[in-house]
Nanobody
Framework: QVQLVESGGGLVQVGGSLRLSCAAS????????MGWYRQAPGQQRELVAS???????NYADSVKGRFTISRGSARFKINLQMNSLKPEDTAVYYC????????WGQGTQVTVSS
């Protein structure tokens, strides 16, 4: 079993920055990939960024060049640096971990206001 705890969400102005963090605990040895998804009201949940155990990353086209996913000092702690934020980035952001199963955090709200 894996538990995920997110932090760093909040309210930010257009063009500003936020840094989200996620720490995994439990059966962390089973995790092969971690990432961030987001879901805006009335929209489907979408992948924002992911990172594998060997450091390979993947980004949604909408955030390329603005967001960066990285590992923390602990392998199963990840960060999402979000720069040049836009109103359309407003969503609940969920940390995920995938191994034998897929696990989800509780989500953290990111609101970008003009």
């Amino acid at each position: 079993q894996v538990q995920l705890v997110e932090s760093g969400g909040g309210l930010v102005q257009v063009g500003g920055s936020l840094r989200l963090s996620c720490a995994a605990s439990g059966s962390i040895f089973s995790i092969a990939l971690m990432g961030w998804y987001r879901q805006a009201p009335g929209q489907q949940r979408e992948l924002v960024a992911s990172i594998t155990n060997d450091g390979s990353t993947n980004y949604a086209d909408s955030v390329k060049g603005r967001f960066t996913i990285s590992r923390g000092s602990a392998r199963f702690k990840i960060n999402l640096q979000m720069n040049s934020l836009k109103p359309e980035d407003t969503a609940v952001y969920y940390c995920s971990a995938e191994g034998q199963y897929i696990y989800w955090g509780q989500g953290t709200q990111v609101t970008v206001s003009s």
